[in-house]
Protein backbone atom coordinates (compact mmCIF):
# COMPACT_ATOMS: atom_id res chain seq x y z
CA UNK A 1 0.00 0.00 0.00
CA UNK A 2 1.70 3.02 -1.09
CA UNK A 3 1.59 5.76 1.78
CA UNK A 4 1.30 8.70 -0.61
CA UNK A 5 1.61 11.78 1.36
CA UNK A 6 1.87 14.44 -1.62
CA UNK A 7 -1.85 15.47 -1.84
CA UNK A 8 -2.16 18.97 -3.30
CA UNK A 9 -4.79 19.61 -1.77
CA UNK A 10 -3.23 18.85 1.91
CA UNK A 11 -2.69 22.61 3.75
CA UNK A 12 0.72 23.02 5.59
CA UNK A 13 0.78 21.37 8.95
CA UNK A 14 0.32 23.82 11.89
CA UNK A 15 1.44 21.33 14.52
CA UNK A 16 4.62 18.54 13.78
CA UNK A 17 3.09 15.46 13.28
CA UNK A 18 4.21 12.85 15.25
CA UNK A 19 5.46 9.04 13.42
CA UNK A 20 3.32 6.87 12.30
CA UNK A 21 1.63 4.77 14.54
CA UNK A 22 1.79 0.37 14.18
CA UNK A 23 -0.94 -1.79 14.60
CA UNK A 24 -1.18 -2.62 18.13
CA UNK A 25 -1.13 1.26 18.51
CA UNK A 26 -4.25 1.55 16.48
CA UNK A 27 -6.21 -0.84 18.17
CA UNK A 28 -5.02 0.89 21.25
CA UNK A 29 -5.46 4.13 21.01
CA UNK A 30 -9.16 3.77 19.49
CA UNK A 31 -10.23 1.22 21.64
CA UNK A 32 -9.35 3.89 23.99
CA UNK A 33 -11.38 7.05 22.21
CA UNK A 34 -14.10 4.25 21.79
CA UNK A 35 -14.80 3.46 25.54
CA UNK A 36 -14.38 6.86 26.39
CA UNK A 37 -16.71 8.21 23.75
CA UNK A 38 -20.49 8.07 25.22
CA UNK A 39 -22.96 9.18 22.99
CA UNK A 40 -20.51 9.57 20.29
CA UNK A 41 -16.87 9.05 19.48
CA UNK A 42 -15.76 12.01 17.67
CA UNK A 43 -15.18 14.11 20.26
CA UNK A 44 -12.67 12.06 21.42
CA UNK A 45 -11.40 10.82 17.94
CA UNK A 46 -10.60 14.24 17.51
CA UNK A 47 -8.77 15.09 21.05
CA UNK A 48 -7.18 11.41 20.56
CA UNK A 49 -5.68 11.97 17.09
CA UNK A 50 -5.27 15.50 16.98
CA UNK A 51 -4.17 16.71 20.07
CA UNK A 52 -2.85 13.81 22.29
CA UNK A 53 -0.73 11.86 19.90
CA UNK A 54 -0.44 14.48 16.63
CA UNK A 55 -1.00 11.85 13.94
CA UNK A 56 -3.00 14.46 12.03
CA UNK A 57 -3.38 18.13 12.27
CA UNK A 58 -6.69 19.53 12.65
CA UNK A 59 -7.18 20.34 8.97
CA UNK A 60 -6.23 17.30 7.94
CA UNK A 61 -8.76 15.93 10.21
CA UNK A 62 -11.26 18.02 9.23
CA UNK A 63 -10.66 16.96 5.74
CA UNK A 64 -11.08 13.63 6.60
CA UNK A 65 -14.24 13.49 8.30
CA UNK A 66 -15.53 15.77 5.64
CA UNK A 67 -14.99 13.03 3.49
CA UNK A 68 -16.41 10.44 5.76
CA UNK A 69 -19.41 12.98 6.48
CA UNK A 70 -20.50 12.72 3.34
CA UNK A 71 -20.17 9.18 2.65
CA UNK A 72 -22.81 6.76 3.79
CA UNK A 73 -22.83 4.53 6.55
CA UNK A 74 -21.76 5.34 10.11
CA UNK A 75 -18.93 8.17 10.02
CA UNK A 76 -17.01 7.78 12.58
CA UNK A 77 -16.48 4.13 11.45
CA UNK A 78 -15.49 5.20 7.85
CA UNK A 79 -13.37 7.63 10.01
CA UNK A 80 -11.53 4.77 11.52
CA UNK A 81 -10.97 2.58 8.47
CA UNK A 82 -9.68 5.56 6.40
CA UNK A 83 -7.23 6.92 9.17
CA UNK A 84 -6.00 3.11 9.25
CA UNK A 85 -5.40 2.81 5.94
CA UNK A 86 -3.53 6.07 5.69
CA UNK A 87 -0.91 5.16 7.93
CA UNK A 88 -0.69 0.93 7.15
CA UNK A 89 -3.16 0.15 4.66
CA UNK A 90 -5.75 -2.19 4.60
CA UNK A 91 -4.23 -3.79 7.80
CA UNK A 92 -3.74 -0.74 9.80
CA UNK A 93 -7.65 0.04 8.58
CA UNK A 94 -8.73 -3.10 10.29
CA UNK A 95 -6.65 -3.34 13.52
CA UNK A 96 -8.43 0.63 13.85
CA UNK A 97 -11.06 -0.71 12.85
CA UNK A 98 -11.18 -3.74 15.57
CA UNK A 99 -10.31 -1.28 18.18
CA UNK A 100 -13.08 0.76 17.98
CA UNK A 101 -15.80 -1.96 17.40
CA UNK A 102 -14.42 -4.44 19.27
CA UNK A 103 -14.25 -3.70 22.90
CA UNK A 104 -17.86 -1.85 22.94
CA UNK A 105 -19.30 -4.82 20.81
CA UNK A 106 -18.49 -7.13 23.91
CA UNK A 107 -20.50 -4.61 26.03
CA UNK A 108 -22.99 -4.00 24.55
CA UNK A 109 -23.82 -7.88 23.97
CA UNK A 110 -23.22 -8.16 27.52
CA UNK A 111 -26.04 -5.83 28.29
CA UNK A 112 -28.17 -7.24 25.77
CA UNK A 113 -28.11 -10.36 27.34
CA UNK A 114 -28.76 -8.77 30.77
CA UNK A 115 -32.03 -6.68 28.83
CA UNK A 116 -33.47 -10.41 27.47
CA UNK A 117 -33.31 -11.79 30.63
CA UNK A 118 -33.53 -9.24 33.18
CA UNK A 119 -36.02 -6.52 30.92
CA UNK A 120 -39.28 -7.27 32.64
CA UNK A 121 -38.21 -6.59 36.08
CA UNK A 122 -40.10 -3.49 36.62
CA UNK A 123 -37.40 -1.19 38.60
CA UNK A 124 -34.98 -2.12 35.53
CA UNK A 125 -38.23 -0.85 33.10
CA UNK A 126 -38.57 2.21 34.60
CA UNK A 127 -34.97 3.00 34.50
CA UNK A 128 -34.34 2.52 31.01
CA UNK A 129 -37.57 4.60 30.32
CA UNK A 130 -35.98 7.54 32.10
CA UNK A 131 -32.48 6.65 30.20
CA UNK A 132 -34.15 7.22 26.63
CA UNK A 133 -36.05 10.14 27.71
CA UNK A 134 -32.79 11.83 28.26
CA UNK A 135 -31.03 10.45 25.62
CA UNK A 136 -34.17 11.50 22.99
CA UNK A 137 -33.00 14.99 24.32
CA UNK A 138 -29.27 14.62 23.69
CA UNK A 139 -29.90 13.90 20.12
CA UNK A 140 -32.47 16.96 19.92
CA UNK A 141 -29.51 18.85 21.06
CA UNK A 142 -27.72 17.65 18.37
CA UNK A 143 -30.22 18.33 15.39
CA UNK A 144 -30.34 21.34 17.07
CA UNK A 145 -26.39 22.36 16.90
CA UNK A 146 -26.18 21.31 13.46
CA UNK A 147 -28.74 22.89 12.50
CA UNK A 148 -27.35 26.93 13.69
CA UNK A 149 -24.60 27.53 10.49
CA UNK A 150 -27.68 27.06 7.96
CA UNK A 151 -30.10 29.50 10.28
CA UNK A 152 -26.91 31.46 10.82
CA UNK A 153 -26.77 31.72 7.21
CA UNK A 154 -30.52 32.23 6.74
CA UNK A 155 -29.99 29.11 3.99
CA UNK A 156 -33.78 29.14 3.37
CA UNK A 157 -33.04 26.71 0.64
CA UNK A 158 -31.07 24.05 3.00
CA UNK A 159 -33.82 24.37 5.82
CA UNK A 160 -36.27 23.69 3.41
CA UNK A 161 -34.91 20.65 2.08
CA UNK A 162 -34.21 19.46 5.59
CA UNK A 163 -37.87 19.99 6.69
CA UNK A 164 -38.79 17.77 3.72
CA UNK A 165 -37.02 15.29 4.65
CA UNK A 166 -37.89 15.52 8.41
CA UNK A 167 -42.17 15.45 7.33
CA UNK A 168 -41.30 12.70 5.04
CA UNK A 169 -39.46 10.26 7.07
CA UNK A 170 -40.78 11.40 10.61
CA UNK A 171 -44.73 11.85 9.89
CA UNK A 172 -45.18 10.01 6.96
CA UNK A 173 -42.33 7.00 6.98
CA UNK A 174 -41.72 6.43 3.82
CA UNK A 175 -39.03 4.27 2.95
CA UNK A 176 -35.56 5.42 3.09
CA UNK A 177 -34.28 4.86 -0.17
CA UNK A 178 -37.21 6.16 -1.72
CA UNK A 179 -37.00 9.45 -0.16
CA UNK A 180 -33.16 9.54 -0.70
CA UNK A 181 -33.57 8.77 -4.45
CA UNK A 182 -35.91 11.56 -4.88
CA UNK A 183 -33.92 13.99 -2.16
CA UNK A 184 -30.48 13.67 -2.82
CA UNK A 185 -30.54 14.83 -6.64
CA UNK A 186 -32.80 17.67 -6.18
CA UNK A 187 -30.32 18.52 -3.00
CA UNK A 188 -27.53 18.33 -5.42
CA UNK A 189 -29.13 20.74 -8.35
CA UNK A 190 -29.81 23.39 -6.15
CA UNK A 191 -26.80 23.60 -4.36
CA UNK A 192 -24.78 23.49 -7.25
CA UNK A 193 -26.93 26.11 -8.84
CA UNK A 194 -27.25 28.36 -6.29
CA UNK A 195 -23.11 28.30 -5.91
CA UNK A 196 -22.93 28.78 -9.37
CA UNK A 197 -25.25 31.87 -9.53
CA UNK A 198 -23.15 33.02 -6.36
CA UNK A 199 -26.24 33.45 -4.35
CA UNK A 200 -26.20 31.84 -0.48
CA UNK B 1 -31.99 -20.46 15.62
CA UNK B 2 -32.77 -21.81 12.22
CA UNK B 3 -36.32 -20.38 11.24
CA UNK B 4 -37.24 -20.88 7.79
CA UNK B 5 -36.23 -17.61 6.79
CA UNK B 6 -33.15 -17.74 7.98
CA UNK B 7 -32.36 -14.44 10.00
CA UNK B 8 -28.93 -13.64 10.02
CA UNK B 9 -29.48 -13.49 6.11
CA UNK B 10 -32.23 -11.42 6.77
CA UNK B 11 -29.71 -9.22 9.55
CA UNK B 12 -27.10 -8.92 6.60
CA UNK B 13 -29.12 -7.72 4.07
CA UNK B 14 -31.29 -5.45 5.92
CA UNK B 15 -28.05 -3.77 7.69
CA UNK B 16 -26.04 -4.13 4.98
CA UNK B 17 -28.28 -2.49 2.45
CA UNK B 18 -29.64 0.05 4.97
CA UNK B 19 -25.75 1.43 5.56
CA UNK B 20 -25.36 2.39 1.93
CA UNK B 21 -28.15 4.92 2.78
CA UNK B 22 -27.33 5.70 6.02
CA UNK B 23 -26.58 9.48 4.91
CA UNK B 24 -25.16 11.35 7.65
CA UNK B 25 -24.81 8.50 9.88
CA UNK B 26 -26.26 5.74 12.36
CA UNK B 27 -28.48 8.35 13.96
CA UNK B 28 -29.56 9.23 10.56
CA UNK B 29 -30.94 5.57 9.64
CA UNK B 30 -32.70 5.30 13.46
CA UNK B 31 -36.06 5.74 11.10
CA UNK B 32 -35.81 3.60 8.97
CA UNK B 33 -34.36 1.05 11.68
CA UNK B 34 -37.19 1.50 13.86
CA UNK B 35 -39.48 0.83 10.05
CA UNK B 36 -38.15 -2.34 9.37
CA UNK B 37 -37.33 -3.46 12.33
CA UNK B 38 -40.61 -3.11 14.35
CA UNK B 39 -43.12 -2.17 11.41
CA UNK B 40 -41.43 -4.96 8.57
CA UNK B 41 -39.89 -7.63 10.35
CA UNK B 42 -41.28 -7.63 13.93
CA UNK B 43 -38.46 -8.23 15.09
CA UNK B 44 -38.88 -5.91 18.22
CA UNK B 45 -42.01 -4.13 19.48
CA UNK B 46 -41.98 0.04 20.19
CA UNK B 47 -40.94 -0.42 23.56
CA UNK B 48 -38.16 -3.05 23.13
CA UNK B 49 -36.47 -0.36 20.15
CA UNK B 50 -36.97 2.70 22.79
CA UNK B 51 -35.44 0.11 25.38
CA UNK B 52 -32.77 -0.82 22.62
CA UNK B 53 -32.01 2.80 21.95
CA UNK B 54 -31.86 3.78 25.51
CA UNK B 55 -29.01 1.11 25.91
CA UNK B 56 -27.28 1.97 23.21
CA UNK B 57 -27.23 5.74 24.40
CA UNK B 58 -26.35 4.05 28.00
CA UNK B 59 -23.02 1.83 26.50
CA UNK B 60 -19.38 3.64 24.89
CA UNK B 61 -18.54 3.40 21.94
CA UNK B 62 -19.86 4.65 18.40
CA UNK B 63 -23.56 5.29 18.09
CA UNK B 64 -23.75 2.26 15.46
CA UNK B 65 -24.20 -0.07 18.13
CA UNK B 66 -27.96 0.22 18.25
CA UNK B 67 -27.46 -2.63 15.58
CA UNK B 68 -25.68 -5.04 17.22
CA UNK B 69 -28.69 -5.02 19.75
CA UNK B 70 -31.08 -5.40 16.95
CA UNK B 71 -29.14 -8.30 15.82
CA UNK B 72 -28.58 -9.44 19.32
CA UNK B 73 -32.32 -9.91 19.89
CA UNK B 74 -33.18 -11.36 16.87
CA UNK B 75 -30.12 -14.31 16.90
CA UNK B 76 -28.30 -14.19 19.50
CA UNK B 77 -24.69 -13.74 19.17
CA UNK B 78 -24.14 -14.66 16.06
CA UNK B 79 -26.94 -11.85 15.20
CA UNK B 80 -25.28 -9.14 16.74
CA UNK B 81 -22.06 -9.91 14.94
CA UNK B 82 -23.77 -9.93 11.39
CA UNK B 83 -25.77 -6.87 11.96
CA UNK B 84 -22.71 -5.33 13.29
CA UNK B 85 -20.56 -5.66 10.86
CA UNK B 86 -22.86 -5.92 7.80
CA UNK B 87 -23.57 -2.14 9.16
CA UNK B 88 -19.74 -0.89 9.22
CA UNK B 89 -17.89 -2.83 6.40
CA UNK B 90 -19.71 -2.15 3.30
CA UNK B 91 -19.26 1.72 3.44
CA UNK B 92 -16.25 1.34 5.26
CA UNK B 93 -14.89 -0.16 2.19
CA UNK B 94 -16.55 2.40 -0.04
CA UNK B 95 -14.77 5.14 2.20
CA UNK B 96 -11.67 3.48 1.57
CA UNK B 97 -11.66 3.70 -2.19
CA UNK B 98 -13.25 6.70 -2.40
CA UNK B 99 -10.48 8.44 0.20
CA UNK B 100 -7.71 7.13 -1.79
CA UNK B 101 -9.40 8.02 -5.33
CA UNK B 102 -9.53 11.61 -3.92
CA UNK B 103 -6.32 11.71 -2.77
CA UNK B 104 -4.91 11.17 -6.43
CA UNK B 105 -7.38 13.98 -7.60
CA UNK B 106 -6.21 17.62 -6.36
CA UNK B 107 -9.79 18.66 -7.08
CA UNK B 108 -11.24 19.59 -3.80
CA UNK B 109 -14.20 21.22 -4.68
CA UNK B 110 -16.45 18.23 -5.28
CA UNK B 111 -16.43 17.30 -1.58
CA UNK B 112 -17.08 20.39 -0.23
CA UNK B 113 -20.20 20.74 -2.71
CA UNK B 114 -21.77 17.13 -2.03
CA UNK B 115 -21.24 17.94 1.46
CA UNK B 116 -23.20 20.87 1.31
CA UNK B 117 -25.92 18.99 -0.58
CA UNK B 118 -26.41 16.68 1.89
CA UNK B 119 -25.87 18.20 5.48
CA UNK B 120 -29.59 19.71 5.28
CA UNK B 121 -30.87 15.73 4.20
CA UNK B 122 -29.18 14.29 7.15
CA UNK B 123 -30.32 17.09 9.93
CA UNK B 124 -33.73 15.97 8.63
CA UNK B 125 -32.95 12.21 8.76
CA UNK B 126 -31.66 13.05 12.47
CA UNK B 127 -34.78 15.37 13.32
CA UNK B 128 -37.00 12.59 12.03
CA UNK B 129 -35.19 10.61 14.47
CA UNK B 130 -35.57 12.41 17.16
CA UNK B 131 -39.35 12.70 16.43
CA UNK B 132 -39.74 9.22 16.16
CA UNK B 133 -38.34 8.32 19.39
CA UNK B 134 -39.89 10.20 21.42
CA UNK B 135 -43.58 9.90 20.10
CA UNK B 136 -42.59 5.84 21.94
CA UNK B 137 -40.96 7.34 25.01
CA UNK B 138 -42.64 10.59 26.01
CA UNK B 139 -45.90 9.23 26.78
CA UNK B 140 -46.30 11.24 30.01
CA UNK B 141 -46.16 14.99 30.56
CA UNK B 142 -42.39 14.05 32.66
CA UNK B 143 -41.57 12.26 30.17
CA UNK B 144 -42.02 15.26 27.67
CA UNK B 145 -40.11 17.48 30.39
CA UNK B 146 -37.05 15.57 31.01
CA UNK B 147 -36.01 14.97 26.83
CA UNK B 148 -36.82 18.68 26.94
CA UNK B 149 -34.76 19.52 30.14
CA UNK B 150 -31.70 17.18 28.16
CA UNK B 151 -32.39 19.03 25.30
CA UNK B 152 -32.13 22.50 26.78
CA UNK B 153 -28.73 20.89 28.85
CA UNK B 154 -26.88 19.56 25.84
CA UNK B 155 -27.89 22.81 23.50
CA UNK B 156 -26.56 25.07 25.85
CA UNK B 157 -24.12 23.91 28.18
CA UNK B 158 -20.74 21.71 27.95
CA UNK B 159 -21.74 19.11 29.99
CA UNK B 160 -21.29 15.37 29.83
CA UNK B 161 -23.88 13.85 28.07
CA UNK B 162 -23.36 10.95 30.66
CA UNK B 163 -24.47 12.98 33.65
CA UNK B 164 -28.32 13.86 31.61
CA UNK B 165 -28.41 9.92 31.38
CA UNK B 166 -27.73 8.80 34.66
CA UNK B 167 -30.27 11.61 35.73
CA UNK B 168 -32.96 10.46 33.77
CA UNK B 169 -32.16 6.87 34.74
CA UNK B 170 -32.19 7.81 38.44
CA UNK B 171 -35.91 9.68 37.88
CA UNK B 172 -36.85 6.96 35.89
CA UNK B 173 -35.83 4.57 39.41
CA UNK B 174 -37.91 6.83 41.37
CA UNK B 175 -40.86 5.99 39.44
CA UNK B 176 -41.18 10.32 38.53
CA UNK B 177 -41.97 9.62 34.76
CA UNK B 178 -44.07 6.36 34.66
Known amino acids: MPLDSSSAAAPAPDLPTSAPPGLIALFLAFAKMSLAGFGGVLVWARRGIVEQHRWMTAD ?30 LAGAIAAFAGLVGPPVVIVTVLAALYQRYGEIDALRRILAGVSCAAIGLLIATVFRMMLPLIKRRDLVGLMILAVVFVAIGLLRLPLPAVLLVATPISF ?12 | MNSDANPLLALAWTFGLMSLFAVGGASAAIPEMHRIAVDVQHWLTEK ?9 QLSPGPNVLIVTLIGYSVAGIAGALVATLSMCVPTAMLAYYVSRLLKRSSDARWPALIQAALVPLSIGLMGASGFILARTSDRTVAAALVTAGAAVLASMTRLNPLWMLLAGGCLGFAGLIG
Open chain 1, 60 to 89: EFNETFALCHFLPGPNIVNLTFVFGSRFRG
Open chain 1, 189 to 200: VITFVMRRTGAT
Open chain 2, 48 to 56: QFADVYAIS
